[in-house]
C-alpha cells in the first residue's frame, strides 16, 4: 500500500525495537530484542506476536509490518461500514474515516509500532458498544489492553454505555479471559507482569515539556504535520459536543451518543492517563487519542441532516486529500515527526561498520542498529541486569504505594551479571564518524569507540 511504500525506509527506533522482538521470536523462539539475551521491553505484546506471526510467512520483518498495516486498516475499515450501515450509509463515511487515519502524519510516523491497530481495535469497541454486544467488548477489551496496558482507558470508558454497562462483568469477565493469561506468563517467565518501558517511561522527563504541552514542542520543529494532525481531532471534540449538548440531535442519535462515549471520553481519560503518569512526550503516545477523536469527527455526522453531511464530508475530503499530498511530497528521509538522532539509512550504515560478533554500548537509541547489526547491541532494553539497577534507583524515590506495585511486579525478576561490552556507540558535534542528522537533531556523527572499562 502507499503508505508503506513511503514510509518502509524511514520506520522509526522504536518500530525497529518492536521488530527486534518479532525476529527474535519468530527466528529463534525467544522474547528478546537481541537473541541469547531475555527481555521484557516490547510495550505491545500483541504487536509483536502478530509480526512475529507474519514473519514467519514473510521472512522479513519490515514486510510483516506492512502486511499488519494493511490488516489494521482493513479492519477498521469493517468496523467503521458496520457502525455506518446503522444508519443505511456504508461507503462514504467509512471511506474517509480509513482514509483520514492512514494520512494523518503524527499516525503515519508510528508504522511499525502498535499505534495504528490501537486505532483499529478502537474503531471495534465503538462498534460493538453501538450494536450492544457485550461480549465482543470484551474481548476488544483485552486485545487493546495486550497492545498496550494504557489502552484500558477506552474500555473504562466505553462501560459509561448503557448497554455495556448492564453487563459490566461480561465485558470485563471475558476481557480479563483474554488479557490475564500474558500477564501472567509474562510475571512468571520474564520476571515481571507489565514491561519494563514502565519503569522506563513513566516519571521520563523532558525539561518543561511534558505529555500535556508536548504538542507545542513538536508543533515548533514539524508545524504542518502536527497542524494536519491535530485538525480532526478538534473536529472531533466539536462533533462530540453537539451530539452532547444539543437536545434535538440527543434524542435522534443513540449510536452516536455510544461513538461520543467511546472515542470522545475514552480518548480524555488515555490523555489523563499519560498526564497522572507524567511521561514524557513521545508523539506516537498522542496516536490513539488522535485517531479515536478523528474518527468521531467523520462518523458522528452520520445523523445530522443531509446537506450538513456533505458539507462535512467534502471538509473532510479536502483534509484528507491536504494530508495525502503532504505526505507523497515529502523526502521520507525521517517519518514526518520524529525524535530520532539519525535516520534508519544512517544507523544502518553504521551497523555495517560493526565488526561481526561484537558486543557494542547502544548510543541511546538501540532498535536500529540492532536490527541491521550482526553484533550485540546492549542497553537498557536488551539487558536485564541494567534494568534491575534502574528498578533499585527507582524503589529508593518512590512512594509506599508505587514501592508496593513495583514490587509485586517484578517479584520474579531474576538477572545475571550486566553484558560485558567492547565497543561503544556515542554521538559527537563533529569530528570523524559516521554522518547523524535528522529534523529533531542538529547536524553530528556517530562515532564508533572503545568502551573502556
Not at 491497530?117 to 457485550?134: D, I, S, W, Y
Not at 461480549?135 to 477489551?141: C, D, H, K, M, N
Not at 480532526?232 to 462530540?240: H, P
Not at 558486543?359 to 532498535?367: A, D, K, Y
Amino acid at each position: 500500500m502507499a503508505l508503506f511504500a513511503l514510509a518502509r525506509r524511514a520506520l522509526i527506533d522504536d518500530a525497529y525495537i518492536t521488530l527486534d522482538y518479532a525476529r527474535s521470536l519468530a527466528f529463534h523462539g525467544q522474547w528478546a530484542l537481541e537473541p541469547g539475551h531475555q527481555a521484557n521491553t516490547a510495550t505491545s505484546p500483541l504487536n509483536v506476536l502478530l509480526l512475529a506471526g507474519f514473519s514467519l510467512v514473510t521472512r522479513d520483518p519490515v514486510v510483516a509490518a506492512g502486511v499488519l498495516l494493511a490488516g489494521a486498516l482493513g479492519i477498521l475499515g469493517w468496523a467503521l461500514s458496520s457502525i455506518g450501515g446503522l444508519r443505511g450509509r456504508t461507503v462514504l463515511l467509512p471511506s474517509l474515516g480509513v482514509a483520514a487515519v492512514a494520512v494523518s502524519p503524527l499516525l503515519a510516523s508510528t508504522v511499525g509500532m502498535e499505534t495504528i491497530l490501537a486505532v483499529a481495535l478502537v474503531a471495534c469497541l465503538g462498534r460493538a458498544a453501538v450494536h450492544g454486544r457485550p461480549a465482543a467488548a470484551g474481548l476488544v477489551v483485552g486485545l487493546l489492553v495486550l497492545t498496550r496496558p494504557d489502552l484500558m482507558a477506552f474500555g473504562l470508558a466505553a462501560l459509561l454505555v448503557p448497554a455495556l454497562l448492564r453487563r459490566a462483568v461480561v465485558v470485563i469477565g471475558v476481557a480479563a479471559a483474554v488479557a490475564l493469561p500474558w500477564f501472567v506468563t509474562s510475571w512468571l517467565v520474564l520476571g515481571s507482569a507489565l514491561p519494563d518501558t514502565v519503569l522506563l517511561k513513566v516519571g521520563d522527563h523532558w525539561g518543561p515539556w511534558t505529555f500535556g504541552n508536548g504538542l507545542l514542542l513538536y508543533d515548533g520543529v514539524y508545524p504542518a504535520a502536527v497542524l494536519l494532525s491535530v485538525l480532526g481531532a478538534a473536529a472531533g471534540l466539536a462533533v462530540g459536543l453537539l451530539i452532547t449538548l444539543t437536545g434535538l440531535v440527543r434524542r435522534a442519535a443513540a449510536p452516536e451518543l455510544a461513538l461520543v462515549v467511546v472515542w470522545g471520553v475514552g480518548a480524555a481519560v488515555h490523555v489523563g492517563v499519560y498526564i497522572g503518569l507524567g511521561t514524557a512526550p513521545y508523539h506516537w503516545y498522542y496516536g490513539p487519542a488522535l485517531g479515536s477523536l478523528t474518527l468521531l469527527a467523520i462518523m458522528g455526522v452520520a445523523a445530522a441532516p443531509r446537506v450538513v453531511r456533505g458539507v462535512w464530508a467534502v471538509a473532510a475530503g479536502v483534509l484528507v486529500v491536504t494530508s495525502g499530498i503532504f505526505l507523497a511530497r515529502l523526502p521520507w528521509s525521517t517519518a514526518p515527526i520524529t525524535t530520532n538522532w539519525a535516520t534508519s539509512e544512517q544507523y544502518a550504515a553504521v551497523a555495517a561498520a560493526i565488526p561481526a560478533g561484537a558486543v557494542v554500548r547502544s548510543p541511546g537509541e538501540i532498535g536500529t542498529i540492532a536490527y541491521f547489526c550482526d553484533c550485540t547491541v546492549v542497553d537498557g532494553f536488551s539487558d536485564r541486569a541494567l534494568i534491575a539497577r534502574t528498578l533499585a534507583d527507582r524503589v529508593m524515590t518512590a512512594d509506599e504505594i508505587e514501592r508496593t506495585i513495583l514490587r509485586l511486579n517484578y517479584a520474579r525478576l531474576k538477572t545475571g551479571p550486566p553484558i560485558g561490552t567492547g565497543l561503544q556507540l556515542v554521538f559527537a558535534d563533529s569530528g570523524p564518524g559516521f554522518p547523524a542528522t535528522t529534523p529533531w537533531r542538529a547536524a553530528g556523527v556517530l562515532r564508533l569507540e572503545d568502551a573502556g572499562p
